[in-house]
């Protein structure tokens, strides 16, 4: 019934060939998989390579990182339904955690890392609990603003040098036989992967369980969660929490690798690309995320050679795309759709129950 | 397990919507709260489930005032709602719907598969559909899933907002014939209708509101013979 009105759909194939494969095909394609991803850095094909940039460093920034935080911000606008317009800022928090710790104290970058993610937590609960309670409008706007103030602040102050930004902030140590240097990216790429492979089996998990199911609920009908018993402030809250902690560990990791930030980086801009991450690839759908993440991300870097009129070309071809499949290239289950006119045929018949 | 609403005044921003309204709901009984459209019967209901601050008064639940206490702890102490335009989750299916409603307690097999089978035998309908996704169901249907849901969280009190909304008159009795089935098998209820016929017919007691305010108090059976609530409610005049 559900596929009267069949629209071809990639992600229906792909789920339902999962679901039917046996556990050593899962594993396998897994593995292959995740080491495709492991050796992308040294794939030198024609089609994906990046003339008028390094391919190895389009990989870690901007694709990897936006992949990472797209993923992040998946959590709280696909799976909770909360329109955050201030991303950048949890990005940010965790940049000048690794700038400021890095450049005044003798702490690493692996000890920076969970100081990073815990500020970015931390303000996120800072800025979710008072706001999460308002709706949808207003939270975008309460959001919008912390993006903004968190980057004037920086600006503004001084001591972590103002406009002007921090230069100087040390590289992570070596890992093993991996140096981490301003020449070679590869190591800081495979870190990110890490990451972001760690990030997308716990949203997974969480996916499955029971944050997942109070997500759906807040996401379909606040009121109605909360007649369920659904803590709808305690899970909105965790989404963003969640949300903010992947921003902060992408923004350690990057401040480690460019080595110098201003506060300019970290602009509205940011937020909004990362939210069309988000919408692009199919808004609440981990695998469409990425995907888009991945083409926005990439795309511009791809036709770099265009110069001037590439974020013109790029802008057309969005416009174009939104439109032929506006619930972006890999939408969520199709079963949140429906047309409520589908079952009026079938009202009639609805006295002969029982 | 009784509900006591003690003088309750309710503010949409300046708006007063509930005006000092007293309402008992005695363990065992069925309570309707009738009225037209814009009387406040729908929030009087958000109110008692805590959608809805309270500007003033009481809401008293098993002798504990819950009058500020979070949605979501009223639902886990036994109240437990059917809301107006039934709230079905659309994108989950008819079993995730009904798994929702019991959020909060222990997910044990056992039990939830007995639950499940109690609403199930109040509305077989619901099993065939058991992996629909709510927003394909019938508006009958879908009002089923909502009382159904509601009792998955074994309520000590169901709050049922207008089930007969929108429903053709053959599945309006058969839901009412449900209600009146669920309260013989132990479940206190507290029914808003604007079908004040049905509800009078079911109920034990009722209460008319009028922009909120109540205006009349009595025993359901009495009402149906009153003249002037006929007149205003039953559109039968006075005879
Ligand atoms: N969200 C709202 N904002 C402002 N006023 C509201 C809102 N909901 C209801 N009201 C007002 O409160 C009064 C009672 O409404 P309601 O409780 O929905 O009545 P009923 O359920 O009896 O039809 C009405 O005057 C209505 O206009
Ligand atoms: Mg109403």
Known sequence: ?????????VRDHAAEYWERSPKWRRVCLSISFIAFFYALPFLNNPLINTP???FQSVLFYPVGMYVLMAIGLNIVVGKSGLLDLGYVAFFAIGAYTMAILGTHTGLNFWEILPIGIALAMFSGALLGTPTLRLRGDYLAIVTLGFGE???????NIEAIGGPRGIAGIPTPPDFFNAKFTILDPKPYYWVLLTFTLLI?????????RRPGRAWDAIRQDDDVAQLMGVNTLKYKVWAFVLGAAVAGAGGVLYASQILSIVPDQFNLNVSILILACVVFGGIGNLWGVILGATLLAFTPERIRFLSQPRILVFGIALVVMMNLRPDGILPKKKREHFDPNWHTVEESGEGEIK | MRLEIKDLHVHYGKIEAIKGISVTVNEGEIVTLIGANGAGKTTMLKTISGLRPVSSGQIIFNGEDISKMPAHKRADLGLSQAPEGRGIFIGMSVLENLEMGKYNRKNRKAEMNE??????????????????????LSGGEQQMLAIG?????????????????GLAPLMIANIFNIITEINKTGTTILLVEQNAQQALQRAHRAYVLEVGHVVKEAKASDLLNDPAVRAAYLGTGAH
């Open chain 1, 149 to 155: 103030i968190v980057r004037i602040v920086a600006v």
């Open chain 2, 149 to 165: 849901r509601a009792l998955m969280a074994r309520p000590k009190v169901l709050l049922l907002d207008e089930p007969s909304m």
């Open chain 1, 200 to 208: 997308v089996w716990m949203v997974r998990r969480m996916a499955a």
């Open chain 1, 52 to 54: 008028g940039s390094d």
């Open chain 1, 1 to 9: 019934m559900a596929d009267k009105k069949f629209r071809y759909n």
């Open chain 2, 115 to 136: 639950d499940l089978e109690k609403v199930f035998h109040l509305f077989p309908r619901l099993k065939e559909r058991i992996s629909q996704v709510g927003g394909t």
